[in-house]
Every structure is written in structure tokens, then in C-alpha cells.
């Protein structure tokens, strides 16, 4: 009769065995042959990364990156929408081959998923200021009020940086508003998303006028341990940076290069 | 100093509890600030919302029909809404058609959280100062009539000294209420203590700490502010008169 001494040995014996398994299986890009699909995890409510057309079609900057991988490995391509909760989940659990969702690369999440390096994109930290203010340096923000978001992770760096006062709120709406009403000279934030912002004709008025600071790159991820599927990603990272493919793809949807994309593609060009 | 600033740095590495606002010098500035700030922000407010308390009371006892009215439609503004919802009505509604023809706003944020916070407590006040002029005696109003006091003075000199005590308690009350309630200015802005130490704990992960720092912190403004209105009461008791 089974103790329950036994039976934790059991479980004890099966936690250790089954993460390695996947190591006897097929490996990721025979998988995705075999299958003639390759399954992708997107964001589908981001623009202009991923996000919908109005016929209901995901779209956008990271979409067409995963039609890329796609055409390089000759399959064809199925997108699944991510939220930032579940994406990682999603390819461990094997839901997905390949997540290129908007995620920031940090040491923590590179325990869980293959985070490819170089890093394929990177959103550094700027300001949305009115043309009229006329900033051109960040040491012009000393001592003026500039909007920020509760609790994002460039406040401090910032106020130590150029002494700017802070002023905070919970949510971009408010900042926005705030930002707006002038009770605030400039709102910092990540470039990625001021320059998705000044796509709306709402903002015409407005500009992100500074050098963009403080970087923070993204990390497209396949999952752990799938060393062939990574090399094949890495390659084409630098591919797209060389080619200039992730500039001309933020241009194809409106936005003005970040400064990682045109940094990087002046990087491998040579 | 700096050895007692650095020992809290000993005990985040010894024990990981990571007190930053001893031993980062830009985070205990920033908290010295907020608590500064509530100070400030509880203290004008108290007065204030008194001084609206006591005009208040006067008005709703005014012979004018208008003025009745005025005084019972602004008690049921402040009183029946949010005070959350009141800041940011003024903050965002009113403050932005309140404007310079450059565009700059006339009212800070701070001075919003102080008109705002005051009109709400005060509203409060108003109804908390009827109860006390109400339980002034009639025949006490009329002997200082027949001595010739006008209605101002009788209110000045008689009425509002006895009507104070009484309504002392339920003061007390409403105004710890308002200390505590100048953490809501968070929303719009205002660099006070619950502000600040969210700041510091997403910088540091330490939210643990900051909450503990902050339930101390609190405690201790209200304590400190409990005590002196119970000495200033029992320092004006009338003997014989009141509970």
C-alpha cells in the first residue's frame, strides 16, 4: 500500500523528471514544419504594435515581424492574441512557438521564457511637450512641473537626473488631461507610446522634442531550452536590424523611429 | 548623523528590511517633504473648514430667505458627494477653464486639495455648529437682545462661546476625519506623505516598509492632534454648563 511517504517520493521523482522531457521531444522547429504552421503570440489591443483592423484582422509592427519569421521558415503564420498576464504562460504551455509581445526584457522573466538577443526593439523614456514650449534639452525641465505616471520605474532616475518637479498621477488619461490643461510643462513617458499618442490628430500640436533617455529594451521570446529555434531568431534580429526592416516598418504605421531602431540599423549597416 | 542614517542601510542588508527614507538621502528628503506638506495641507484646512463652520452657522440663521438657501444648497453639494470625486471635479472641471490668456492655470493643485478638502469638512462644520447654536438656551439669546446686543454680537459674544463647548466632541470628530483625508489629494497630485511614499516604494520595492512608516506616521500626526484638542476642551470647560 502506497504511503504517503511513497507518494511524495513520487511526486518528488516526477517534478524533477517532467521539465526535462521536452528535452527528448521534437524540437521546436521541426515541430513547426511538420505542422506547416508557425503560432505566434501577439498583442492585439497595443497599437500600432499589434492591434486590430476593423475587419477584426490582427495587425500591425509586430504582426508583420511574425509574417517575417513565418516566410523564413516557409509555413504559414497564425497570430494569438497575448495580454501581458498571460503571454508568457502561453509559450511555456507550448500555446505558442514564438511570443513577440511588447515585453520588456528583464532578468526575472528571463528565468521563465528564451528571451533572443540582440534585443529586437527597446522603448527609451522622453517627454510630450507642446510645440509652442519649445524644449530642446532636458536640463531646460529643471525645477518646472513635468506629468509622470505613479509608480513607473524612470521617475527617480529623472528628478535625480535634471530636478524636474514631479507631478504624478495614476493613470496616462489623467496625465494627459493634466498635461493638457497646462498644469504641467511636459509629460515623461516612453517614447514608444508618445510617438503611437502623436498619431492622433489630437495631439497635433504637441511634440516629443528630446533626446530619448534611459533605455529599456524588448525581448521576443521562444521557449527555454529550444537552442536551435533561438539561433534562428538571433539571425534574423540582426537581419531586420541590418536591413533597416524595423525602421521601415514604424514608418509603414505612422510613427516616428525610435531611437533604438535607428540606432541599431546605423549599428549593423556597416 | 550620517552613522545613524547608514545603520538602516546595515539593517536592509542584515535583515532586508529597506527603510531608503533613512539612508537614500533624495528619498528622505522627498518624505520629509510630504510629511511637511500634510502638515501644512491638514492645518490650513482645519482652519479654514472652521471658519466656514462658524460663517456657515451665522448665515443659516440669517432674516434673508436667500442667503438660508445659499448656505443649505452648499451643505448638500459637499456633503453628499465624494470628496474624491470633488477634487478631481475641481482639479479637472473647474481648473481647466480657469485660466491665464496664456493658458497657465490660476490654481495650483495644492490650493485646489485646500479649497476643496476645506468646503467638504466645512460642510461638515456648518451642520456641527447648528447643533451647538441650537442648544443654546432661547431665554440666553433673549436676555442678551433685551441688553441691547445685535444679532452679530449676541452670536459673537454669547452664542457661538457656549455653543463651541457643546459642539466641541463632534468637532473633534469631523476634524481627525479631515486630517486623515488630505491622503486623497494623492489623485491630483499634491507631493504629501501618501504621495511621496508611493513614489518610494515603486522606485524600491519596499511597499511593506512605507505602509508601516506611513500607519506610524499617521497615527502619530492624530494622536498629537487628538491630545491637543482634548487639553484646549477641557481647558475650556464652563462649570456647570454642558455635559
Known amino acids: 500500500m502506497p504511503t504517503l511517504r511513497n507518494l511524495a517520493a513520487a511526486a518528488a521523482i516526477v517534478a524533477i523528471v517532467l521539465p526535462s522531457f521536452p528535452a527528448f521531444a521534437q524540437d521546436a522547429l521541426e515541430q513547426i514544419k511538420k505542422r506547416g504552421t508557425l503560432i505566434v503570440g501577439v498583442k492585439a489591443d497595443y497599437k500600432p504594435y499589434g492591434f486590430r483592423d476593423p475587419a477584426g484582422k490582427i495587425i500591425g509592427i509586430e504582426p508583420d515581424l511574425a509574417q517575417d519569421v513565418a516566410t523564413k521558415l516557409g509555413v504559414k503564420l497564425e497570430l494569438v492574441p497575448v495580454v501581458s498576464s498571460n503571454r508568457m504562460q502561453f509559450l511555456e504551455q507550448g500555446k505558442i512557438d514564438l511570443m513577440i509581445a511588447t515585453m520588456n526584457d528583464k532578468p526575472d522573466r528571463r528565468k521563465v521564457v528564451y528571451i533572443v538577443e540582440p534585443s529586437y526593439y527597446a522603448s527609451s523614456v522622453n517627454v510630450l511637450a507642446p510645440k509652442s514650449a519649445k524644449l530642446r534639452e532636458w536640463t531646460e525641465l529643471k525645477g518646472k512641473k513635468v506629468c509622470m505616471i505613479q509608480g513607473a520605474w524612470y521617475n527617480k532616475q529623472l528628478q535625480q537626473d535634471y530636478g524636474m518637479e514631479d507631478v504624478a498621477f495614476k493613470g496616462t488619461s489623467e496625465a494627459f488631461t493634466a498635461l493638457k490643461g497646462n498644469n504641467c510643462v511636459a509629460f515623461a513617458y516612453d517614447d514608444t507610446l508618445i510617438l503611437a499618442s502623436l498619431l492622433e490628430p489630437e495631439w497635433k500640436d504637441y511634440e516629443m522634442p528630446l533626446k530619448s533617455v534611459l533605455e529599456d529594451p524588448w525581448g521576443l521570446a521562444v521557449k527555454l531550452g529550444e537552442e536551435k529555434f533561438y539561433k534562428v531568431m538571433s539571425d534574423l534580429i540582426v537581419d531586420w536590424h541590418r536591413t533597416g526592416r524595423i525602421v521601415e516598418l514604424e514608418k509603414k504605421y505612422g510613427m516616428g523611429n525610435t531611437s533604438y531602431a535607428l540606432q541599431m540599423n546605423a549599428k549593423y549597416k556597416k | ?243
Open chain 2, 1 to 243: 548623523m550620517n552613522a545613524f542614517f547608514e545603520s538602516f542601510r546595515w539593517l536592509y542588508d542584515t535583515t532586508g528590511i529597506n527603510l531608503t527614507i533613512f539612508y537614500d538621502a533624495f528619498d528622505r528628503r522627498r518624505f520629509i517633504g510630504g510629511f511637511v506638506t500634510t502638515v501644512q495641507l491638514a492645518a490650513s484646512c482645519i482652519v479654514l473648514s472652521v471658519v466656514i463652520g462658524i460663517a456657515g452657522a451665522w448665515l443659516q440663521g440669517s432674516r434673508l430667505r436667500l442667503t438660508r438657501r445659499v448656505v443649505y444648497w452648499y451643505i448638500q453639494f459637499f456633503r453628499n458627494t465624494p470628496p474624491l470625486v470633488q477634487l478631481y471635479f475641481f482639479y479637472f472641471g473647474v481648473g481647466a477653464y480657469l485660466k491665464t490668456a496664456g493658458g497657465v492655470p490660476l490654481v495650483a493643485n495644492v490650493t485646489w486639495a485646500i479649497l476643496g478638502l476645506s468646503m467638504y469638512a466645512g460642510a461638515f462644520n456648518v451642520e456641527i455648529f447648528r447643533s451647538g447654536i441650537e442648544s443654546v438656551p432661547k431665554a440666553t439669546v433673549e436676555a442678551a437682545e433685551s441688553f441691547g446686543f445685535s444679532r452679530l454680537q449676541a452670536y459673537r459674544y454669547i452664542v457661538l462661546p457656549l455653543a463651541f463647548r457643546v459642539c466641541l466632541p463632534a468637532l473633534n470628530n469631523n476634524l481627525v476625519n479631515l486630517v486623515k483625508t488630505t491622503s486623497i489629494s494623492y489623485a491630483i497630485a499634491v507631493p504629501e506623505m501618501l504621495y511621496v511614499s508611493a513614489q518610494i516604494w515603486s522606485d524600491s520595492v519596499n511597499v511593506k516598509e512605507m505602509m508601516n512608516v506611513l500607519l506610524i506616521c499617521y497615527v502619530g500626526l492624530v494622536g498629537l492632534f487628538v491630545f491637543a484638542m482634548h487639553r484646549w476642551e477641557r481647558a475650556m470647560r464652563v462649570p456647570g454648563y454642558g455635559a
